[in-house]
């Protein structure tokens, strides 16, 4: 047998066999067993081939290694249109805030606000809302998951949230505008949002889409119609942790979802009083007190692409991100949209809608709202299933492809699929096939009750 057939063989097959480790450790047995099985197979096929043409194995080594090259360069070309998200700017328009779940759920009975919104804005939502009204909120006692111990660590996360919403607004700068030029400003914002914590950091102008219309949220500016003069925004990510989302729908996600609000919280004051400091206005837009959708904001910078679940899709943690937004008077160098070929892969993946135990995500095609074309997820429904659950659910998070950890096989193969059309059809498969149709959710961490 020649040595170069055995070294290729201990190559390829230490390459299974470190995918397999990885997938245990990160808790997916059943991708780790598949992975160890095939490592197995092929030392046996490989092993068995090379006893019984001896003479043969240097040139079979050659042939698998080239059919490798040739495989790997296959898939890294741009082969298939991906297609981006359309967005037709002449159809957009901004959105009112009152229209969220989470401002609908402040309206109280027997209120102003209420009467305005269920008799003139949206009467036909006003029994489908009464109803949700009645539920336990998140955190209190009555839902599924409720647990006396481990709710409050979500409930505590938002208190403090709630406690530093004021701060959103830094107030008017005590000085002139430094002189700064926009390539220097974005490499300050950018280098001091990472520093602060942020996964990614991008920039896009601000457009009147991107605004709310009037505000929603909170009660004592509830329909005040919203103007921001601010040019551009600085949008940025966190990374939510794997683990944590892997519990989904248990108490861990919504704790990890509320920790990711309070991280991207205070990277944004700090990031608005920076500017502020500077002399240019700025604001920042954090939980609870927003001005913009985030969503499209992270869109236009090119922070990731608007996946079939209705939320951002990354090109390194997918939709396993959370986002917030610094808008400002402050001119930086603007970032593009990007194509990472999620429009297509969400196409035929459907993964999120079919584990979707609420029904809420489209199956089927995508439709135009507001000038936007995409699937549209059913709030109302979703968020039902969070009340009766007690949690966010996330589902639909934790069982996406794109959620995978940030990990050398997972990126190799995020960056096959971001630009061959043929290397995502092969991902959708082979995620079904290592990691299931229907994942299963993850054991708590041990700071949680059984
Ligand atoms: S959070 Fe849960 S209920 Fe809501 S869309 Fe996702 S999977 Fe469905
Ligand atoms: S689960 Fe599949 S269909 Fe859903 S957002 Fe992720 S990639 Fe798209």
């Excluded at 861990?252 to 920076?274: D, G, N, Q, V, W």
């Excluded at 400091?277 to 700025?282: E, H, S």
């Excluded at 609870?288 to 079939?308: F, K, Q, S």
Aim: charge should be positive.
């Amino acid at each position: 047998m020649h040595w170069f057939y055995l070294l290729s063989g201990v190559v390829f097959f230490l390459g299974i066999l470190g995918f397999s480790i990885t997938s245990f450790r990160e808790l997916e047995k059943r991708a780790g067993l598949l992975s160890l099985l095939c490592a197995v197979g092929f030392g046996i096929i490989w092993a068995g081939i090379g006893i019984a043409f001896p003479e043969a194995t240097f040139y079979l080594a050659v042939i698998a290694w080239a059919l490798s090259v040739a495989g790997a360069i296959f898939l890294s070309l741009p082969i298939g249109k991906a297609e981006p998200l359309k967005i037709d700017i002449s159809k957009t328009e901004r959105f009112d805030e009152r229209h969220i779940m989470f401002g609908r759920m402040e309206l109280k009975e027997g209120t102003p606000q209420y009467d305005e919104y269920y008799m003139h804005l949206n009467p036909e939502m006003k029994k489908v809302d009464d109803n949700l009204r009645s539920m336990p909120d998140l955190g209190e006692p009555g839902a599924k998951y409720f647990n006396k111990l481990d709710s409050p660590y979500m409930v505590s996360i938002f208190e403090f949230i709630e406690k530093i919403r004021h701060l959103a607004d830094p107030g008017e700068p005590d000085q002139g505008p430094v002189s700064i030029t926009p390539e220097e400003a974005t490499r300050k914002i950018k280098g001091f949002g990472k520093f602060l914590g942020a996964l990614d950091v991008r920039v896009t102008r601000l457009r009147d889409y991107h605004v709310y219309s009037h505000a929603g949220r909170q009660l004592h500016n509830w329909g005040q119609r919203l103007t921001l003069d601010h040019k551009y925004a600085v949008v940025f990510s966190s990374e939510m942790n794997y683990r944590m989302v892997h519990t989904a729908p248990l108490l861990p996600t919504s704790t990890e979802s509320a920790f990711e609000y309070m991280r991207l919280a205070c990277i944004a004051i700090c990031l608005a009083t920076y500017i502020k400091n500077l002399g240019y206005k700025a604001r920042a837009h954090i939980d609870g007190n927003y001005h913009v959708l985030t969503t499209a904001v992270a869109h236009d910078a090119g922070l990731g692409e608007l996946g079939r679940l209705g939320l951002l899709v990354t090109p390194t943690h997918g939709p396993r991100v959370r986002t917030a937004v610094v808008t400002t008077d402050m001119v930086f160098v603007e970032d593009k949209p990007i194509n990472i070929g999620v429009q297509h892969f969400c196409r035929i993946c459907k993964k999120c809608a079919e584990n979707c135990p609420s029904q809420s995500i489209e199956k089927g095609e995508k439709k135009e709202i507001r000038g936007v074309t995409k699937w549209q997820t059913k709030m109302e429904t979703c968020y039902h299933h969070w009340r009766t659950l007690g949690t966010d659910c996330s589902i639909c998070l934790a069982v996406c492809p794109y959620s995978k950890p940030n990990s050398f096989y997972h990126n190799l193969l995020r960056f096959f699929i971001h630009r061959n059309s043929v290397a995502r059809k092969l991902a959708f498969l082979m995620d079904d096939l290592f990691y299931g149709r229907r994942p299963r959710h993850t054991e708590k961490p041990a700071w949680f009750s059984e």
